[in-house]
């Protein structure tokens, strides 16, 4: 039972333009979601999160929005640099707990 | 300071060996983490190390698997009796402190390929 979801195994995008990557969820009890960026043989690093409490976050170029109604959250890169080209995964925790449910990726290709 | 290290890089295992899977956390974290990715999957949990107390094996697929971390900082996953369905890619992971909202940085795992 995926509780976390990535539906785009892939997306391509033009440098410069927006890149948007879905992460749906089906535990309610989720109040702490993260965006991980993954290059090849390399171990994934920590890109943006998102507590519950907001629905909006902000660094840099990145935004990741949080729709709790909809238990989806969204990750938004601009503009989108050939250098963005990586797996995105999508992850979620609870209080009280420490692990994280990880989707199973969205891999991004940023076309110069 | 340096990251996550994990040893080897890369693990060719004949099906029935046991292997020992290393993993050397940021200096003075407090968790650590150990997940298995299979192909075209996102990393899973395998289980927790809050210093060296293991509070959580409950991703451990089977008794074959076992993780110790003596002292509070090195760990170690060993895998017995290697299974076609191990092969994966193994990543460590430590985090500062123990609250959920604190990223877990992730080493560059140890790829096991078990023929």
């Known amino acids: 039972d995926q509780q976390v979801k990535q539906n785009s195994p892939s997306l391509s995008v033009q440098e410069g333009r927006i890149s948007i990557l879905n992460c749906d969820y089906t535990?309610?009890?989720?109040?702490?979601f993260l965006w991980y960026k993954k290059y090849p043989a390399e171990g994934p690093t920590f890109l943006i999160s998102?507590?519950?409490?907001?629905d909006k976050n902000e660094d840099g170029r990145f935004t990741v929005f949080l729709n709790k109604s909809a238990k989806h959250l969204s990750l938004h890169i601009v503009p989108s640099q050939p250098g963005d080209s990586a797996v995105y995964f999508c992850?979620?925790?609870?209080?009280?707990?420490?692990?994280?449910?990880f989707g199973t990726g969205t891999r991004l290709k940023v076309l110069a | 300071g340096a990251g996550v290290s994990q040893s080897p890089r890369y693990k060719v295992a004949k099906r029935g060996q046991d292997v020992a899977l290393r993993c050397d956390p940021i200096?003075?974290?407090?968790?650590l983490f150990w997940y298995q990715q299979a192909l075209g999957q996102g990393p899973e949990f395998l289980t927790y190390?809050?210093?060296?107390?293991?509070?959580?094996k409950s991703g451990l697929p089977s008794d074959r698997f076992f993780a110790e971390r003596p002292e509070g900082s090195v760990s170690t996953l060993k895998i017995q009796r290697t299974q076609q369905e191990d092969s994966a890619v193994y990543l460590c992971?430590?985090?500062?402190?123990?609250?959920?909202?604190?990223?877990?940085?992730f080493g560059p795992g140890t790829r096991l390929t078990v023929l």
């Open positions: 992971a430590s985090r500062d402190g123990r609250h959920q909202a604190t990223e877990q940085f």
């Open positions: 535990n309610s009890m989720f109040d702490y």
């Open positions: 998102i507590s519950s409490i907001k």
């Open positions: 992850a979620a925790s609870y209080s009280g707990t420490y692990k994280y449910i």
């Open positions: 200096s003075g974290h407090v968790s």
């Open positions: 190390f809050q210093n060296e107390a293991q509070l959580d």
